[in-house]
C-alpha cells in the first residue's frame, strides 16, 4: 500500500478524516474485487484490443454497449444470474441469428473471463443455449434473365466491374492475373475501412481466406478492358487511382438502385 498523510486543526476533525478515508479505501478494495458488468465489459473491451482487428473490437464494443451494458451495466458481476442474462436475450432472440450468436459469445466470453480471474465464483453464463434468433431466409440466385438485365443496366458504369467479379467469381476486391495459361483471382489481400479511410493488409479473416480462384471468359475480357483503362494498381479504384473508402463504395453502388428505378 501506500502511506496517506491526513492533517487536522484538531483531534475530532482528524478524526473525522481518518473515518471518511478508511470508508473510501474499503469501497476503493470492494469495487476493484467487485466491478460492476458495466466497468468488467470496459475492461474485458481493453483486454481484447491486443488480440483481434480494430474494426472487430468496434463491433463488439457497439453490440456491448448497446444490449449488455445498457441493460445490466449497473448490476455487480457477482449479483448477475443465469436468469438476468436468459431475460437480456429475449429481446435479442426476436432478431437474426447472427445477432443472437454474436451475443451469446460475447456473453458467455466476458463471463467466463472474469470467472477465470476470481471476480465471480459461479458463471452464471455457462448454460445459456446456443440456439435462438431468427434464421436467415435464403437467398434466391438471380436467374440468367435477371444477371442480363442487371449488366445490360449498369454497364459503363462504376460498379460494372465488382459486379462482373461478383458474379463470376464470387468474390469483392483482390489481385487479379489475367495472362497466365488460366487466368485467375489471387486472394492475399483484404481492403477494410478505418474511420472511412481504406486500408490494405495481407491480414485475411481466416487462413482459408487465401486462395486462388480461376476465373472464366467473360470475367477475363472484362477485366482485361479495365486494366487497359485504368493506371491504379487497384482493379476499383478512385478517379486518382488509390482504394475506395466506405462511403465511395456507397455512392457506387447508388447507381444501382438509381438505375434500378428509373
Known amino acids: 500500500g501506500k502511506w496517506i498523510s491526513l492533517y487536522a486543526q484538531t483531534p475530532e476533525e482528524l478524526y473525522d478524516k481518518s473515518i471518511e478515508m478508511k470508508r473510501s479505501i474499503e469501497d476503493e478494495i470492494f469495487r476493484k474485487n467487485n466491478p460492476t458488468v458495466a466497468e468488467y465489459c470496459e475492461k474485458w473491451l481493453k483486454m481484447r484490443s491486443a488480440s483481434v482487428r480494430e474494426n472487430t473490437l468496434s463491433g463488439y464494443e457497439r453490440t456491448i454497449r ?37 451475443m451469446n459469445m460475447l456473453i458467455k466470453c466476458v463471463f467466463y473471463s472474469a470467472e477465470e480471474s476470481k471476480i465471480i465464483s459461479y458463471n452464471p453464463a455457462a448454460s445459456l443455449s446456443a440456439k435462438g434468433g431468427t ?10 434473365e435477371q444477371v442480363k438485365i442487371l449488366l445490360d443496366t449498369i454497364r ?56 486462388d480462384i480461376p476465373i472464366p471468359g467473360k470475367l477475363v475480357e472484362c477485366l482485361k478492358e479495365a486494366k487497359e483503362k485504368s493506371k491504379s494498381e487497384y482493379v476499383i479504384s478512385d478517379r486518382n487511382g488509390n482504394a475506395l473508402a466506405e462511403s465511395q463504395f456507397v455512392r457506387v453502388w447508388k447507381y444501382i438502385a438509381v438505375r434500378s428505378t428509373e
Open 66 to 102: 448497446k444490449y449488455i451494458i445498457g441493460a445490466i451495466g449497473d448490476m455487480y458481476m457477482d449479483e448477475v444470474t443465469t436468469d438476468d442474462l436468459r431475460l437480456l436475450l429475449v429481446p435479442i432472440s426476436k432478431q437474426s441469428a447472427s445477432l443472437y450468436s454474436k
Open 135 to 144: 434464421p436467415k431466409q435464403e437467398k434466391k440466385a438471380l436467374t440468367d
Open 156 to 211: 459503363g458504369l462504376p460498379p460494372y466491374v465488382f459486379v462482373m467479379i461478383g458474379l463470376y467469381a464470387g468474390l469483392r476486391r483482390d489481385c487479379v492475373f489475367l495472362d497466365e495459361a488460366t487466368p485467375y483471382i489471387s486472394v492475399r489481400r483484404a481492403w477494410r475501412s478505418v474511420n472511412n479511410r481504406p486500408v490494405i493488409s495481407t491480414e485475411l479473416k481466416t487462413p482459408a481466406a487465401k486462395r
